[in-house]
């Protein structure tokens, strides 16, 4: 007589149910299917970012409640508008100290937006593409909502590395690092127990090398400038200055 009961369903992330019924008549082309991920308020968001930034708790959970591509989506572009600016007004401040007419250099926007989209939604498929492969049973929202939300500890070091001390921008850039690459590499770990071991751990450093070298990135290409002195500040030769002329009365 067999007494073993019946077999566990197969893992389905929270939310999963009211995913499926909430999708239920609605292609992937209507509007109505994307609707509830835009379901949020900022306060939904608000919360989202501060576990991603203070990973205390699990983010996962309370994403997969109900999920969102509003923060995957803005915070990622808000990182890009905040890298621009402030890295445009850290070269603006040095070039003034020198004397030197600024242009603006927009190929850093191109730059921020080819880097950070790519980043975040090509390695954010890459997890959910070898997770499904091996069974975690993934969503792709989930995926690429880790990477999208892993970027806001990027806009208050953005702001904080205006300050024209290069050893400070290399703690803050560091604390960067450390913040969000614990955040990525917690939540695909939380994914990647899904499998039940079939998922070889070998995936985790290769996204942390991955992280690292967008950190190195942003820190070569935003936070890193030169203060120079004012002319003529250091007891040096400054400006040279119009003789005078001669005035007849």
Known sequence: MNTAGPAAPPYQPPGAGNEASQTSGYSIWQV??????????????????????????????????????WGTFWIPTSVIFAMFVTASMSQNISDALAGVKR????????????????????????????????GSQPALMECL??????????IPISVLCVMPFNWFRWVMVSI??????????R???????????KLHKAIIPLLLVAH??????????????AVSAIPG???GPGPEQPAPTATTT
Do not use: C, H
Request: aromatic content about 22%.
């Open 176 to 185: 960067g690092f450390a913040s969000s690459g614990f955040f990525i590499m």
């Open 32 to 69: 109505e299917y994307w609707a509830q991920y835009f379901n949020v308020d900022s306060r939904d968001v608000v919360q989202r970012s501060y576990l991603a930034v203070v990973p205390k708790d699990s983010f996962l959970d309370v994403y997969n409640s109900n999920p969102d591509l």
């Open 103 to 134: 242009q603006y250099d927009f190929t850093m926007l191109t730059f921020a937006v080819v880097t950070i989209y790519t980043y975040v939604f090509a390695i954010g498929s890459f997890v959910y593409g070898v997770t499904k492969y091996f």
């Open 233 to 235: 500040s250091d007891g």
């Open 145 to 154: 909502s880790v990477y999208g939300y892993a970027m806001a500890v990027w």
């Open 187 to 197: 939540s695909v770990n939380q994914i990647v127990g899904r499998s039940n071991g």
């Open 212 to 225: 690292a070298l967008l950190v190195v990135m942003f820190k070569l290409r935003f936070f890193s400038y």
